[in-house]
């Protein structure tokens, strides 16, 4: 199983709701990532769980909540988002360090705010 | 990251011509990564330089990597259709943090049956 799976792969919420988003590997990987990808631009680092520590966190509001239950899974919890947190969010895994090894993506969750 | 340069940023071709896309860092890369996404879509792995003067080849893809100008250029040979989407470099930049793993700006190919 060389996939990651993000789930759901489409979500629309309002500004006062809480969802969350899901991801998750079976590739044995200890990093994992969260990007933001808003339309004709490159995705943006987020957030960084190394041995389901938070080593990253680049300087991301606290309406975003990132979550690592075990190393398989990773979580994005989202509460009082903006219309402007509209984007592609992707997460990714790696083996450990991505200078050696390459980061597999999962196909991302599109999210509207209205 | 601004840190990661790419150009051009978009490119239009005739299907059957060449072209190459750029990726120049102002940080010591620690490897170089090439991945194609699909508008919307995730990312799909193309290929990874570690060593200066490192050159693969993939079906009519070739990438290499030039250590010493912070400099990565990716070739695509006899262009088709197929081959349209973004291109994005990606790279881990500076020595502290090994995840810190950023995305150049992107380029747009559009390839003209």
């Known amino acids: 199983d060389t996939e990651v799976t993000q789930t759901p792969k489409h979500l629309v919420m309002g500004m006062t709701n809480k969802k969350s988003l899901k991801c998750e590997q079976h590739?044995?990987?200890?990093?994992m990532y969260w990007y933001k990808q808003k339309a004709k631009k490159p995705p943006e680092l987020m957030f960084v769980?190394?041995?389901?520590?938070?080593?990253i966190n680049e300087s991301v509001p606290s309406r975003f909540s990132p979550e690592c239950p075990n190393s398989s899974l990773l979580n994005l919890h989202l509460h009082a988002l903006q219309p402007e947190d509209s984007a592609l969010y992707l997460c990714?895994?790696?083996?450990?360090?991505?200078?050696?090894?390459?980061?597999?993506f999962g196909s991302g969750t599109q999210l509207s705010v209205l | 990251s601004q840190e990661l340069e790419q150009s051009p940023q978009s490119l239009i071709v005739q299907e059957g011509k060449n072209l190459t896309i750029n990726c120049t860092s102002s940080?010591?890369?620690?490897?170089l990564y090439w991945y194609k996404q699909k508008y919307g879509e995730g990312l799909i792995f193309l290929m990874m330089?570690?060593?200066?003067?490192e050159e693969k080849s993939h079906e009519k893809i070739t990438a290499k990597l030039d250590e010493k100008k912070q400099q990565s250029s990716l070739h695509i040979t006899a262009s088709q259709p197929s081959h349209a989407g973004i291109y994005l470099c990606?790279?881990?930049?500076?020595?502290?943090?090994?995840?810190?793993?950023?995305f150049g700006s992107g380029t747009k190919l559009n390839v003209k049956p």
């Open positions: 990714a895994s790696s083996q450990d360090r991505p200078t050696n090894e390459k980061l597999f």
């Open positions: 590739m044995g990987h200890r990093a």
């Open positions: 769980y190394s041995y389901e520590k938070l080593s």
């Open positions: 940080k010591t890369l620690y490897g």
């Open positions: 330089l570690q060593k200066g003067g």
């Open positions: 990606g790279a881990v930049l500076g020595g502290y943090n090994f995840n810190k793993f950023y």
